[in-house]
Protein backbone atom coordinates (compact mmCIF):
# COMPACT_ATOMS: atom_id res chain seq x y z
CA UNK A 1 0.00 0.00 0.00
CA UNK A 2 1.38 3.26 -1.03
CA UNK A 3 1.05 6.53 1.25
CA UNK A 4 -0.22 9.81 0.19
CA UNK A 5 1.93 12.78 1.49
CA UNK A 6 0.56 14.43 4.56
CA UNK A 7 0.76 18.16 4.15
CA UNK A 8 3.49 19.03 6.41
CA UNK A 9 5.54 16.00 5.35
CA UNK A 10 7.90 15.59 2.07
CA UNK A 11 7.65 12.48 0.16
CA UNK A 12 9.51 11.58 -3.11
CA UNK A 13 8.17 10.21 -5.97
CA UNK A 14 9.44 8.65 -8.86
CA UNK A 15 9.29 10.59 -12.50
CA UNK A 16 6.49 10.64 -14.63
CA UNK A 17 5.65 8.72 -17.43
CA UNK A 18 4.90 10.94 -20.16
CA UNK A 19 2.28 10.39 -22.50
CA UNK A 20 2.36 11.45 -26.37
CA UNK A 21 -0.95 10.76 -27.69
CA UNK A 22 -1.87 12.01 -31.03
CA UNK A 23 -5.16 13.65 -31.04
CA UNK A 24 -6.81 14.18 -34.59
CA UNK A 25 -10.33 14.95 -35.51
CA UNK A 26 -11.73 13.79 -38.70
CA UNK A 27 -11.36 17.21 -41.37
CA UNK A 28 -13.68 15.82 -44.04
CA UNK A 29 -15.69 12.59 -45.22
CA UNK A 30 -14.62 11.00 -47.95
CA UNK A 31 -16.66 8.19 -49.85
CA UNK A 32 -15.03 5.61 -47.71
CA UNK A 33 -13.32 2.10 -49.57
CA UNK A 34 -15.52 -0.75 -49.95
CA UNK A 35 -16.61 -3.19 -47.32
CA UNK A 36 -15.30 -6.35 -47.28
CA UNK A 37 -18.86 -7.28 -48.57
CA UNK A 38 -18.25 -5.68 -51.14
CA UNK A 39 -19.93 -1.85 -50.22
CA UNK A 40 -18.97 1.37 -48.56
CA UNK A 41 -19.25 1.21 -45.13
CA UNK A 42 -21.48 3.91 -43.23
CA UNK A 43 -20.64 2.97 -39.75
CA UNK A 44 -18.24 1.29 -37.75
CA UNK A 45 -18.20 -2.33 -37.37
CA UNK A 46 -17.85 -4.23 -33.77
CA UNK A 47 -16.28 -7.30 -33.45
CA UNK A 48 -16.32 -8.63 -30.03
CA UNK A 49 -13.80 -11.43 -30.30
CA UNK A 50 -13.00 -11.57 -26.05
CA UNK A 51 -16.34 -10.65 -23.60
CA UNK A 52 -15.58 -11.10 -19.64
CA UNK A 53 -17.70 -13.01 -17.85
CA UNK A 54 -18.30 -9.61 -15.57
CA UNK A 55 -18.98 -6.82 -16.82
CA UNK A 56 -19.66 -4.55 -13.68
CA UNK A 57 -19.99 -1.49 -15.35
CA UNK A 58 -19.67 -0.49 -19.89
CA UNK A 59 -18.38 2.17 -21.28
CA UNK A 60 -20.61 5.89 -21.46
CA UNK A 61 -20.05 8.90 -23.53
CA UNK A 62 -17.98 11.06 -21.16
CA UNK A 63 -16.14 8.00 -19.60
CA UNK A 64 -12.36 8.59 -18.99
CA UNK A 65 -11.26 5.15 -20.39
CA UNK A 66 -7.83 3.38 -20.49
CA UNK A 67 -6.93 1.32 -23.33
CA UNK A 68 -4.41 -0.35 -25.60
CA UNK A 69 -4.66 -0.61 -29.28
CA UNK A 70 -3.16 -2.08 -32.65
CA UNK A 71 -3.72 -0.23 -35.61
CA UNK A 72 -3.66 -1.89 -39.37
CA UNK A 73 -4.67 -1.00 -42.67
CA UNK A 74 -7.14 -3.44 -44.92
CA UNK A 75 -3.80 -5.67 -45.91
CA UNK A 76 -2.17 -5.81 -42.19
CA UNK A 77 0.08 -2.87 -42.55
CA UNK A 78 0.65 -1.77 -39.15
CA UNK A 79 0.15 1.82 -38.82
CA UNK A 80 0.33 2.40 -35.35
CA UNK A 81 0.20 0.69 -31.77
CA UNK A 82 0.35 1.67 -28.48
CA UNK A 83 2.14 -1.48 -27.77
CA UNK A 84 4.90 -0.07 -29.51
CA UNK A 85 4.97 3.08 -27.35
CA UNK A 86 4.33 1.12 -24.05
CA UNK A 87 1.73 3.74 -23.16
CA UNK A 88 -2.01 2.89 -22.94
CA UNK A 89 -4.73 5.56 -23.99
CA UNK A 90 -6.08 7.34 -21.62
CA UNK A 91 -8.93 9.94 -22.71
CA UNK A 92 -12.33 10.90 -22.55
CA UNK A 93 -14.61 9.09 -25.01
CA UNK A 94 -17.90 10.65 -26.73
CA UNK A 95 -16.60 14.35 -26.55
CA UNK A 96 -15.03 14.80 -30.04
CA UNK A 97 -10.83 13.36 -28.39
CA UNK A 98 -11.18 10.55 -30.65
CA UNK A 99 -11.90 9.87 -34.23
CA UNK A 100 -15.53 9.18 -34.15
CA UNK A 101 -15.27 5.54 -35.47
CA UNK A 102 -13.23 4.88 -32.09
CA UNK A 103 -15.49 6.96 -30.08
CA UNK A 104 -18.04 4.81 -31.35
CA UNK A 105 -16.07 1.65 -31.63
CA UNK A 106 -15.50 2.13 -27.11
CA UNK A 107 -19.19 2.74 -26.46
CA UNK A 108 -20.35 -0.45 -24.14
CA UNK A 109 -17.26 -1.84 -23.69
CA UNK A 110 -16.29 -3.83 -20.92
CA UNK A 111 -12.99 -3.56 -18.41
CA UNK A 112 -10.85 -6.96 -20.23
CA UNK A 113 -13.17 -6.50 -23.52
CA UNK A 114 -11.33 -7.06 -26.75
CA UNK A 115 -12.86 -5.81 -29.62
CA UNK A 116 -11.78 -5.48 -33.38
CA UNK A 117 -13.15 -2.35 -34.79
CA UNK A 118 -13.57 -1.67 -38.64
CA UNK A 119 -13.67 2.40 -38.60
CA UNK A 120 -14.86 3.68 -42.53
CA UNK A 121 -12.87 6.93 -43.58
CA UNK A 122 -15.49 9.22 -43.11
CA UNK A 123 -15.38 8.11 -39.55
CA UNK A 124 -11.74 8.09 -39.52
CA UNK A 125 -9.25 10.68 -41.12
CA UNK A 126 -11.50 11.38 -44.36
CA UNK A 127 -9.80 12.01 -47.42
CA UNK A 128 -7.10 13.80 -45.90
CA UNK A 129 -5.18 11.39 -44.12
CA UNK A 130 -2.49 11.80 -41.80
CA UNK A 131 0.69 13.40 -43.92
CA UNK A 132 3.40 10.67 -43.72
CA UNK A 133 1.56 8.27 -41.78
CA UNK A 134 -2.13 7.36 -43.17
CA UNK A 135 -3.06 7.33 -46.73
CA UNK A 136 -6.52 9.69 -47.85
CA UNK A 137 -9.88 7.89 -47.85
CA UNK A 138 -8.09 4.75 -45.58
CA UNK A 139 -10.50 1.96 -43.77
CA UNK A 140 -8.74 1.86 -40.21
CA UNK A 141 -8.35 -1.81 -38.57
CA UNK A 142 -8.10 -1.73 -34.55
CA UNK A 143 -7.70 -4.22 -32.12
CA UNK A 144 -8.61 -2.40 -29.30
CA UNK A 145 -8.76 -4.25 -25.27
CA UNK A 146 -10.17 -2.20 -22.33
CA UNK A 147 -8.07 -1.87 -19.19
CA UNK A 148 -9.82 0.99 -17.24
CA UNK A 149 -12.88 3.36 -17.45
CA UNK A 150 -14.33 5.77 -14.75
CA UNK A 151 -16.32 8.65 -14.33
CA UNK A 152 -15.48 12.21 -12.56
CA UNK A 153 -19.03 11.24 -10.97
CA UNK A 154 -17.75 8.50 -9.27
CA UNK A 155 -16.99 7.40 -5.90
CA UNK A 156 -15.69 4.79 -3.86
CA UNK A 157 -17.18 1.70 -4.83
CA UNK A 158 -16.99 -0.27 -1.19
CA UNK A 159 -18.63 -4.31 -1.69
CA UNK A 160 -18.59 -6.29 1.16
CA UNK A 161 -17.26 -10.03 0.62
CA UNK A 162 -17.66 -11.63 4.25
CA UNK A 163 -18.87 -9.96 7.09
CA UNK A 164 -18.09 -11.43 10.14
CA UNK A 165 -20.95 -12.36 12.89
CA UNK A 166 -19.60 -10.29 15.47
CA UNK A 167 -18.38 -6.95 15.10
CA UNK A 168 -17.77 -5.11 18.36
CA UNK A 169 -16.83 -1.72 16.47
CA UNK A 170 -16.18 -0.09 13.18
CA UNK A 171 -13.83 1.97 11.51
CA UNK A 172 -13.80 5.31 12.43
CA UNK A 173 -11.57 8.74 11.52
CA UNK A 174 -8.87 9.22 13.53
CA UNK A 175 -8.48 5.25 14.36
CA UNK A 176 -5.85 2.95 13.84
CA UNK A 177 -5.98 0.28 11.49
CA UNK A 178 -3.96 -3.14 10.78
CA UNK A 179 -4.98 -4.74 7.67
CA UNK A 180 -4.23 -7.14 4.48
CA UNK A 181 -4.75 -6.45 1.43
CA UNK A 182 -4.19 -7.39 -2.69
CA UNK A 183 -3.79 -4.19 -4.51
CA UNK A 184 -4.93 -4.86 -8.55
CA UNK A 185 -5.84 -2.45 -11.31
CA UNK A 186 -9.16 -2.70 -12.86
CA UNK A 187 -7.90 -4.78 -15.28
CA UNK A 188 -6.66 -7.27 -12.63
CA UNK A 189 -2.96 -6.61 -13.26
CA UNK A 190 -1.10 -6.86 -9.29
CA UNK A 191 0.70 -3.95 -8.46
CA UNK A 192 1.23 -4.30 -4.45
CA UNK A 193 0.39 -7.14 -1.61
CA UNK A 194 0.66 -6.88 2.07
CA UNK A 195 0.80 -10.51 2.46
CA UNK A 196 4.47 -10.33 0.12
CA UNK A 197 6.23 -8.49 3.24
CA UNK A 198 5.05 -10.54 5.56
CA UNK A 199 2.98 -8.08 7.85
CA UNK A 200 0.14 -5.83 8.08
CA UNK A 201 -0.32 -2.23 6.37
CA UNK A 202 -0.83 0.33 9.97
CA UNK A 203 -2.16 3.64 9.64
CA UNK A 204 -4.21 5.99 11.18
CA UNK A 205 -7.57 6.27 9.06
CA UNK A 206 -8.90 10.17 7.93
CA UNK A 207 -5.58 11.56 8.58
CA UNK A 208 -3.83 12.12 5.11
CA UNK A 209 -1.66 9.14 5.41
CA UNK A 210 -3.49 7.07 2.92
CA UNK A 211 -4.76 7.75 -0.50
CA UNK A 212 -8.65 9.43 -0.15
CA UNK A 213 -10.49 6.53 -1.34
CA UNK A 214 -8.58 3.64 0.79
CA UNK A 215 -9.73 6.55 3.44
CA UNK A 216 -12.96 6.38 2.49
CA UNK A 217 -13.33 2.80 1.52
CA UNK A 218 -12.27 1.48 5.15
CA UNK A 219 -14.97 3.53 7.09
CA UNK A 220 -17.53 1.59 9.15
CA UNK A 221 -15.68 -1.92 8.59
CA UNK A 222 -15.53 -4.40 11.20
CA UNK A 223 -12.47 -6.50 12.16
CA UNK A 224 -12.34 -9.90 10.24
CA UNK A 225 -14.45 -7.96 7.77
CA UNK A 226 -13.48 -8.72 3.63
CA UNK A 227 -14.15 -5.92 1.53
CA UNK A 228 -13.32 -5.26 -2.13
CA UNK A 229 -13.07 -1.37 -2.76
CA UNK A 230 -12.82 0.34 -5.80
CA UNK A 231 -11.31 3.78 -6.16
CA UNK A 232 -11.22 6.27 -9.12
CA UNK A 233 -7.90 7.31 -10.02
CA UNK A 234 -8.70 11.45 -8.48
CA UNK A 235 -8.75 9.64 -5.00
CA UNK A 236 -6.11 7.25 -5.52
CA UNK A 237 -2.87 8.47 -7.63
CA UNK A 238 -4.52 11.02 -10.55
CA UNK A 239 -2.72 11.97 -13.59
CA UNK A 240 0.74 11.17 -12.62
CA UNK A 241 -0.10 7.66 -11.11
CA UNK A 242 2.83 6.07 -8.70
CA UNK A 243 6.58 4.35 -9.87
CA UNK A 244 5.81 1.52 -12.66
CA UNK A 245 3.61 0.01 -10.65
CA UNK A 246 0.07 2.37 -10.82
CA UNK A 247 -0.07 4.57 -14.26
CA UNK A 248 -1.72 7.65 -14.33
CA UNK A 249 -5.60 7.82 -14.66
CA UNK A 250 -5.43 4.11 -13.10
CA UNK A 251 -8.35 2.97 -10.84
CA UNK A 252 -7.41 0.51 -8.13
CA UNK A 253 -9.03 -1.96 -6.87
CA UNK A 254 -8.54 -3.19 -3.17
CA UNK A 255 -8.93 -6.35 -1.38
CA UNK A 256 -9.06 -6.08 2.02
CA UNK A 257 -8.99 -8.03 5.35
CA UNK A 258 -9.57 -5.72 8.26
CA UNK A 259 -7.55 -7.40 10.81
CA UNK A 260 -7.99 -4.64 14.08
CA UNK A 261 -8.77 -1.37 14.87
CA UNK A 262 -8.29 0.72 18.12
CA UNK A 263 -8.34 4.82 18.74
CA UNK A 264 -5.63 5.82 20.57
CA UNK A 265 -8.15 7.34 23.39
CA UNK A 266 -9.67 3.93 23.93
CA UNK A 267 -9.68 2.08 27.30
CA UNK A 268 -10.33 -1.10 28.65
CA UNK A 269 -13.46 -2.75 27.29
CA UNK A 270 -15.72 -5.44 29.49
CA UNK A 271 -18.06 -7.71 28.27
CA UNK A 272 -19.66 -10.03 30.91
CA UNK A 273 -20.42 -13.58 29.41
CA UNK A 274 -21.38 -15.28 32.35
CA UNK A 275 -21.96 -14.31 35.89
CA UNK A 276 -22.33 -16.72 38.62
CA UNK A 277 -25.23 -16.04 41.22
CA UNK A 278 -24.66 -14.91 44.61
CA UNK A 279 -21.38 -12.67 43.60
CA UNK A 280 -20.54 -11.57 47.07
CA UNK A 281 -17.48 -9.96 46.55
CA UNK A 282 -15.62 -8.16 43.60
CA UNK A 283 -12.08 -8.45 43.52
CA UNK A 284 -9.95 -5.50 43.81
CA UNK A 285 -6.54 -4.14 43.47
CA UNK A 286 -4.16 -6.54 45.81
CA UNK A 287 -5.66 -9.32 45.33
CA UNK A 288 -4.00 -12.37 44.43
CA UNK A 289 -6.31 -14.11 41.18
CA UNK A 290 -6.01 -17.37 39.68
CA UNK A 291 -7.92 -17.53 36.30
CA UNK A 292 -7.86 -19.32 33.22
CA UNK A 293 -7.61 -17.24 29.22
CA UNK A 294 -7.62 -17.93 25.75
CA UNK A 295 -5.66 -14.58 24.19
CA UNK A 296 -6.61 -14.22 20.38
CA UNK A 297 -6.28 -10.84 18.34
CA UNK A 298 -8.88 -8.94 17.16
CA UNK A 299 -9.37 -11.47 13.89
CA UNK A 300 -9.84 -14.19 15.98
CA UNK A 301 -5.76 -15.36 15.72
CA UNK A 302 -5.36 -17.62 19.42
CA UNK A 303 -1.83 -16.38 20.32
CA UNK A 304 -1.90 -18.00 23.81
CA UNK A 305 -3.75 -19.91 26.16
CA UNK A 306 -4.03 -21.02 29.98
CA UNK A 307 -5.35 -24.01 28.89
CA UNK A 308 -2.67 -25.75 26.54
CA UNK A 309 -0.48 -25.31 29.79
CA UNK A 310 -3.23 -26.78 32.23
CA UNK A 311 -2.54 -24.39 34.78
CA UNK A 312 -4.23 -21.17 35.69
CA UNK A 313 -2.55 -18.11 35.46
CA UNK A 314 -2.00 -17.32 38.65
CA UNK A 315 -0.78 -12.79 39.71
CA UNK A 316 -1.63 -10.33 42.17
CA UNK A 317 -4.30 -7.37 40.54
CA UNK A 318 -3.31 -4.18 40.10
CA UNK A 319 -0.01 -4.08 41.09
CA UNK A 320 2.15 -3.88 37.42
CA UNK A 321 3.11 -7.92 37.50
CA UNK A 322 0.94 -7.99 34.08
CA UNK A 323 -0.49 -5.55 31.43
CA UNK A 324 -2.30 -2.42 32.44
CA UNK A 325 -5.38 -3.22 30.45
CA UNK A 326 -5.36 -6.56 32.19
CA UNK A 327 -4.54 -5.22 35.40
CA UNK A 328 -7.50 -2.99 35.35
CA UNK A 329 -10.07 -5.46 32.77
CA UNK A 330 -9.85 -8.03 36.32
CA UNK A 331 -10.79 -5.88 38.53
CA UNK A 332 -14.39 -5.88 39.80
CA UNK A 333 -14.68 -9.71 38.68
CA UNK A 334 -16.71 -12.19 40.62
CA UNK A 335 -15.11 -15.68 41.63
CA UNK A 336 -16.31 -18.20 38.75
CA UNK A 337 -17.22 -15.03 36.19
CA UNK A 338 -16.37 -15.24 32.45
CA UNK A 339 -15.79 -12.04 30.85
CA UNK A 340 -14.03 -10.70 28.24
CA UNK A 341 -11.56 -7.94 27.90
CA UNK A 342 -10.79 -6.14 24.87
CA UNK A 343 -7.35 -4.22 25.94
CA UNK A 344 -5.90 -1.24 23.28
CA UNK A 345 -2.11 -1.63 22.15
CA UNK A 346 -1.08 1.50 24.45
CA UNK A 347 -2.23 -0.37 27.45
CA UNK A 348 -0.89 -3.92 26.44
CA UNK A 349 2.26 -4.29 23.96
CA UNK A 350 2.16 -1.03 22.23
CA UNK A 351 4.18 -0.18 18.97
CA UNK A 352 6.91 -3.16 19.22
CA UNK A 353 3.96 -6.11 20.27
CA UNK A 354 6.00 -8.93 21.52
CA UNK A 355 7.83 -12.06 20.58
CA UNK A 356 6.58 -13.78 17.35
CA UNK A 357 2.61 -13.98 17.88
CA UNK A 358 1.87 -10.48 19.05
CA UNK A 359 2.68 -7.78 16.00
CA UNK A 360 2.92 -3.77 16.85
CA UNK A 361 -0.05 -2.05 17.11
CA UNK A 362 -2.03 -5.23 18.43
CA UNK A 363 -5.70 -5.35 20.07
CA UNK A 364 -5.64 -7.85 22.32
CA UNK A 365 -9.23 -9.69 23.26
CA UNK A 366 -8.68 -12.48 26.53
CA UNK A 367 -11.88 -14.88 27.26
CA UNK A 368 -11.17 -15.07 31.03
CA UNK A 369 -12.44 -17.49 33.58
CA UNK A 370 -12.11 -16.19 37.04
CA UNK A 371 -11.27 -19.41 39.40
CA UNK A 372 -10.64 -17.64 42.55
CA UNK A 373 -9.04 -14.71 44.42
CA UNK A 374 -7.88 -13.79 47.76
CA UNK A 375 -6.20 -11.31 49.50
CA UNK A 376 -3.00 -12.11 51.59
CA UNK A 377 -5.11 -10.52 55.08
CA UNK A 378 -8.23 -12.68 54.29
CA UNK A 379 -9.24 -14.36 57.25
CA UNK A 380 -11.81 -17.62 56.82
CA UNK A 381 -15.31 -17.17 55.72
CA UNK A 382 -17.36 -19.49 57.43
CA UNK A 383 -21.23 -19.61 56.59
CA UNK A 384 -23.33 -22.09 58.98
CA UNK A 385 -25.53 -24.00 56.87
CA UNK A 386 -27.28 -25.91 59.69
CA UNK A 387 -27.51 -26.35 63.48
CA UNK A 388 -29.06 -29.40 65.44
CA UNK A 389 -32.54 -28.57 67.25
CA UNK A 390 -31.40 -29.10 70.74
CA UNK A 391 -29.74 -26.32 72.75
CA UNK A 392 -25.65 -26.41 72.31
CA UNK A 393 -23.93 -25.47 75.32
CA UNK A 394 -20.81 -26.97 74.34
CA UNK A 395 -19.08 -26.05 71.40
CA UNK A 396 -15.38 -26.99 69.93
CA UNK A 397 -12.43 -25.44 70.92
CA UNK A 398 -8.64 -25.83 70.82
CA UNK A 399 -7.32 -28.42 72.14
CA UNK A 400 -10.64 -30.92 71.66
CA UNK A 401 -10.43 -33.83 70.01
CA UNK A 402 -12.70 -33.50 67.16
CA UNK A 403 -14.50 -35.90 64.35
CA UNK A 404 -16.14 -34.94 61.53
CA UNK A 405 -17.51 -35.06 57.69
CA UNK A 406 -15.86 -32.85 55.18
CA UNK A 407 -16.27 -32.36 51.12
CA UNK A 408 -13.41 -30.37 49.87
CA UNK A 409 -13.18 -28.57 46.89
CA UNK A 410 -11.76 -25.36 44.86
CA UNK A 411 -13.75 -22.33 44.47
CA UNK A 412 -14.75 -23.65 40.60
CA UNK A 413 -16.11 -26.54 41.91
CA UNK A 414 -13.39 -28.99 41.07
CA UNK A 415 -13.75 -32.13 43.91
CA UNK A 416 -10.36 -32.79 46.03
CA UNK A 417 -11.18 -34.61 49.10
CA UNK A 418 -14.16 -35.87 50.55
CA UNK A 419 -13.89 -38.27 54.66
CA UNK A 420 -16.91 -39.97 52.74
CA UNK A 421 -14.66 -41.71 50.55
CA UNK A 422 -13.14 -43.13 53.42
CA UNK A 423 -16.32 -43.99 55.07
CA UNK A 424 -15.15 -42.87 58.35
CA UNK A 425 -14.96 -39.35 59.95
CA UNK A 426 -12.00 -37.59 59.84
CA UNK A 427 -10.49 -37.31 63.64
CA UNK A 428 -8.36 -34.40 64.69
CA UNK A 429 -7.11 -33.10 68.19
CA UNK A 430 -7.47 -28.92 67.37
CA UNK A 431 -5.01 -26.94 68.16
CA UNK A 432 -2.21 -29.30 67.31
CA UNK A 433 -1.53 -28.69 64.33
CA UNK A 434 -2.95 -31.37 62.73
CA UNK A 435 -4.92 -29.85 60.30
CA UNK A 436 -3.98 -27.06 57.80
CA UNK A 437 -5.13 -23.79 59.92
CA UNK A 438 -7.92 -22.52 58.03
CA UNK A 439 -9.81 -25.66 58.56
CA UNK A 440 -8.50 -25.84 62.42
CA UNK A 441 -10.35 -21.84 62.89
CA UNK A 442 -13.26 -23.05 60.99
CA UNK A 443 -14.14 -26.01 63.09
CA UNK A 444 -13.95 -23.97 66.20
CA UNK A 445 -17.02 -22.80 67.83
CA UNK A 446 -18.92 -25.72 65.78
CA UNK A 447 -21.36 -27.30 67.64
CA UNK A 448 -22.08 -31.25 67.02
CA UNK A 449 -24.31 -31.80 64.18
CA UNK A 450 -23.39 -28.34 63.11
CA UNK A 451 -22.88 -27.98 59.15
CA UNK A 452 -20.47 -24.91 57.91
CA UNK A 453 -19.23 -23.90 54.90
CA UNK A 454 -15.39 -22.57 55.16
CA UNK A 455 -13.85 -20.51 52.45
CA UNK A 456 -9.48 -20.89 53.17
CA UNK A 457 -7.71 -18.92 51.41
CA UNK A 458 -4.57 -20.03 50.68
CA UNK A 459 -2.41 -18.78 53.62
CA UNK A 460 -4.40 -20.72 55.68
CA UNK A 461 -4.12 -23.42 53.52
CA UNK A 462 -1.61 -25.40 51.25
CA UNK A 463 0.23 -21.67 50.63
CA UNK A 464 1.74 -21.00 47.17
CA UNK A 465 3.29 -24.24 46.41
CA UNK A 466 -0.26 -26.30 46.97
CA UNK A 467 -0.24 -29.86 48.24
CA UNK A 468 -0.94 -33.59 46.74
CA UNK A 469 -4.17 -32.69 44.59
CA UNK A 470 -3.90 -28.92 45.69
CA UNK A 471 -3.06 -26.49 43.08
CA UNK A 472 -0.44 -23.71 44.53
CA UNK A 473 -2.42 -20.44 45.75
CA UNK A 474 -5.91 -21.90 45.87
CA UNK A 475 -8.29 -20.71 47.85
CA UNK A 476 -10.64 -24.28 49.16
CA UNK A 477 -14.02 -24.64 49.81
CA UNK A 478 -15.09 -27.20 52.46
CA UNK A 479 -18.45 -28.35 53.56
CA UNK A 480 -17.79 -29.36 57.48
CA UNK A 481 -20.09 -31.55 59.64
CA UNK A 482 -18.88 -32.01 63.62
CA UNK A 483 -19.81 -35.58 64.45
CA UNK A 484 -18.72 -35.55 68.13
CA UNK A 485 -16.23 -33.75 70.19
CA UNK A 486 -14.38 -34.85 73.38
CA UNK A 487 -12.82 -31.80 75.50
CA UNK A 488 -9.20 -31.75 75.34
CA UNK A 489 -6.60 -32.15 77.86
CA UNK A 490 -4.66 -28.56 79.07
CA UNK A 491 -1.29 -28.26 77.39
CA UNK A 492 1.21 -30.56 78.52
CA UNK A 493 -1.19 -33.23 80.23
CA UNK A 494 -1.39 -36.73 79.24
CA UNK A 495 -4.41 -37.48 81.65
CA UNK A 496 -6.42 -35.56 84.18
CA UNK A 497 -8.28 -36.30 87.35
CA UNK A 498 -12.05 -35.25 87.35
CA UNK A 499 -11.69 -35.03 90.65
CA UNK A 500 -8.94 -34.77 93.48
CA UNK A 501 -6.53 -37.15 93.54
CA UNK A 502 -6.09 -39.77 95.86
CA UNK A 503 -4.26 -38.58 99.32
CA UNK A 504 -1.23 -41.51 98.55
CA UNK A 505 -1.62 -41.99 95.31
CA UNK A 506 1.85 -44.33 95.35
CA UNK A 507 -0.08 -46.62 97.42
CA UNK A 508 -2.96 -46.70 95.33
CA UNK A 509 -0.66 -47.35 92.22
CA UNK A 510 1.51 -50.03 94.45
CA UNK A 511 -0.84 -53.32 93.75
CA UNK A 512 1.52 -55.82 95.68
CA UNK A 513 2.56 -53.27 97.95
CA UNK A 514 6.22 -54.23 97.41
CA UNK A 515 7.26 -50.39 97.48
CA UNK A 516 7.73 -50.43 93.55
CA UNK A 517 5.55 -49.79 90.41
CA UNK A 518 6.00 -51.56 86.96
CA UNK A 519 4.47 -51.19 84.04
CA UNK A 520 1.68 -53.27 84.58
CA UNK A 521 0.78 -51.94 87.76
CA UNK A 522 0.52 -48.76 86.60
CA UNK A 523 -1.33 -49.43 83.73
CA UNK A 524 -3.65 -51.26 85.68
CA UNK A 525 -4.38 -48.93 87.98
CA UNK A 526 -4.52 -46.05 85.39
CA UNK A 527 -7.34 -48.19 83.21
CA UNK A 528 -9.63 -48.33 86.76
CA UNK A 529 -9.93 -44.92 86.73
CA UNK A 530 -10.59 -44.04 83.68
CA UNK A 531 -13.41 -47.00 83.85
CA UNK A 532 -14.74 -45.70 87.04
CA UNK A 533 -14.74 -42.04 85.61
CA UNK A 534 -12.14 -40.53 87.88
CA UNK A 535 -9.80 -39.47 85.16
CA UNK A 536 -9.31 -39.35 81.61
CA UNK A 537 -6.88 -39.84 79.19
CA UNK A 538 -5.76 -37.53 76.17
CA UNK A 539 -8.45 -37.71 73.49
CA UNK A 540 -7.72 -38.91 70.00
CA UNK A 541 -4.70 -41.29 70.69
CA UNK A 542 -3.86 -44.70 71.45
CA UNK A 543 -4.41 -45.73 75.47
CA UNK A 544 -1.89 -47.70 75.58
CA UNK A 545 0.73 -45.07 73.90
CA UNK A 546 -0.70 -42.31 76.29
CA UNK A 547 -0.27 -45.01 79.58
CA UNK A 548 3.38 -45.80 78.26
CA UNK A 549 4.52 -42.06 77.46
CA UNK A 550 3.00 -41.26 80.94
CA UNK A 551 5.07 -44.35 82.60
CA UNK A 552 8.14 -42.96 80.98
CA UNK A 553 7.68 -39.86 81.89
CA UNK A 554 7.46 -41.14 85.62
CA UNK A 555 10.34 -43.28 86.00
CA UNK A 556 12.82 -40.83 86.01
CA UNK A 557 16.24 -43.05 86.08
CA UNK A 558 14.53 -45.11 83.71
CA UNK A 559 15.27 -48.54 85.50
CA UNK A 560 11.21 -49.90 84.89
CA UNK A 561 9.65 -49.03 88.01
CA UNK A 562 8.63 -46.10 89.69
CA UNK A 563 9.60 -45.69 93.36
CA UNK A 564 7.79 -43.56 95.57
CA UNK A 565 10.28 -40.94 95.32
CA UNK A 566 10.07 -40.43 91.60
CA UNK A 567 6.27 -39.83 91.34
CA UNK A 568 5.00 -36.63 91.14
CA UNK A 569 2.23 -35.09 89.47
CA UNK A 570 2.42 -32.25 86.73
CA UNK A 571 0.91 -29.86 88.51
CA UNK A 572 3.74 -30.60 91.41
CA UNK A 573 6.11 -30.51 88.71
CA UNK A 574 4.77 -27.07 87.69
CA UNK A 575 5.04 -25.61 91.09
CA UNK A 576 8.08 -26.82 91.35
CA UNK A 577 9.23 -25.03 88.44
CA UNK A 578 7.76 -22.00 89.77
CA UNK A 579 9.24 -22.01 93.05
CA UNK A 580 12.55 -22.75 90.93
CA UNK A 581 11.88 -19.44 88.58
CA UNK A 582 11.40 -16.99 91.32
Not at 17 to 33: E, F, N, P
Not at 106 to 113: I, P, T, Y
Not at 179 to 190: F, Q
Not at 455 to 475: C, K, Q, T, Y
Amino acid sequence: MFRTVPPSRTFFRLPLLQLLLLLVQAVGRGLGRASPAGGPLEDVVIERYHIPRTCPREVQMGDFVRYHYNGTFEDGKKFDSSYDRSTLVAIVVGVGRLITGMDRGLMGMCVNERRRLIVPPHLGYGSIGVAGLIPPDATLYFDVVLLDVWNKADTVQVSTLLHPAHCPRTVQDSDFVRYHYNGTLLDGTAFDTSYSRGGTYDTYIGSGWLIKGMDQGLLGMCPGERRKIIIPPFLAYGEKGYGTVIPPQASLVFHVLLIDVHNPKDTVQLETLELPPGCVRRAVAGDFMRYHYNGSLMDGTLFDSSYSRNHTYNTYVGRGYIIPGMDQGLQGACMGERRRITIPPHLAYGENGTGDKIPGSAVLIFDVHVIDFHNPEDPVEIKILSRPSETCNETAKSGDYVRYHYNCSLLDGTKLFSSHDYGDPQEATLGANKVIEGLDTGLQGMCVGERRQLVVPPHLAHGESGARGVPGSAVLLFEVELVSREEGLPTGYLFVWHEDPPVNLFEGLDLNKDGEVPPEEFSAFIKAQVSEGKGRLMPGQDPEKTIADMFQNQDRNQDGKITVEELKLKSDEDQERVHEEL
